[in-house]
């Protein structure tokens, strides 16, 4: 089992910046590939970045690429989204997950254990 909690929402305007934080507790963090998704009013939920389990690779949606940055710290038990140059299209709650296998990461269906969400809202 894996809880994991989520950080670092809140209110911003456009062009702006916000860090995300998903702190796990229990089994081996680096034991898991990690992922954040976003789901908009209205919409489904949808993949966002994710992160090998050593860091090394790293997956983004096409449309976050060049302005979101996923990170994390095995140590601390912890994943990052550093988001720059938010959109109001970037506006959602945004879920950290995790999943044990490197595959299909993009899909939200494979990951085990999700976080509570944390609402991001871009103002124009």
């Known amino acids: 089992q894996v809880q994991l909690v989520e950080s670092g929402g809140g209110l911003v305007q456009a062009g702006g910046s916000l860090r995300l934080s998903c702190a796990a507790s229990?089994?081996?963090?680096?034991?898991?590939?990690m992922g954040w998704f976003r789901q908009a009013p209205g919409k489904e939920r949808e993949f966002v970045v994710a992160i090998s389990k050593s860091g090394l690779r790293t997956y983004y949606a096409d449309s976050v690429k060049g302005r979101f940055t996923i990170s994390r710290d095995n140590a601390k038990n912890t994943v990052y989204l550093q988001m720059n140059s938010l959109k109001p299209e970037d506006a959602a709650v945004y879920y950290c997950?995790?999943?044990?296998?490197?595959?299909?990461?993009?899909?939200?269906?494979?990951?085990?254990?999700w976080g509570q969400g944390t609402q991001v809202t871009v103002s124009s």
């Open positions: 229990g089994r081996i963090f680096s034991s898991y590939v």
């Open positions: 997950a995790a999943k044990e296998r490197d595959y299909d990461v993009a899909r939200f269906a494979g990951y085990a254990y």
